[in-house]
């Protein structure tokens, strides 16, 4: 199943092999795993994150029911 993401005006796509990518990306130098994979002409997700402020995002806090964003956490 491929996805179509839209972030910042830009259109990706993106698929199960996106996920192998972004760790082959990280964390092993941009080599990829297998000769044939998928992963090779998968899209990447690296606009999904935004890695500028060193790791201090706010805490997200979604309400349980809905599952939109919320201020502040949520009631039990």
């Not at 994150?49 to 964003?69: A, C, E, R, V, Y």
Request: glycine share 10%; no cysteine.
């Amino acid at each position: 199943m491929r996805i179509v993401t839209r972030l910042i005006g830009a259109l990706t796509f993106v698929d199960q092999a996106s996920v192998v990518r972004f760790i082959e990306d990280n964390w092993l130098n941009g080599r990829r795993i297998g000769s044939g994979s998928f992963d090779a002409t998968s899209g990447s997700i690296m606009s999904m994150f935004d890695f500028s402020n060193g790791g201090k995002n706010p805490t997200p806090f979604l309400d349980q029911t809905q599952g939109t964003p919320v201020s502040s956490v949520p009631a039990s």
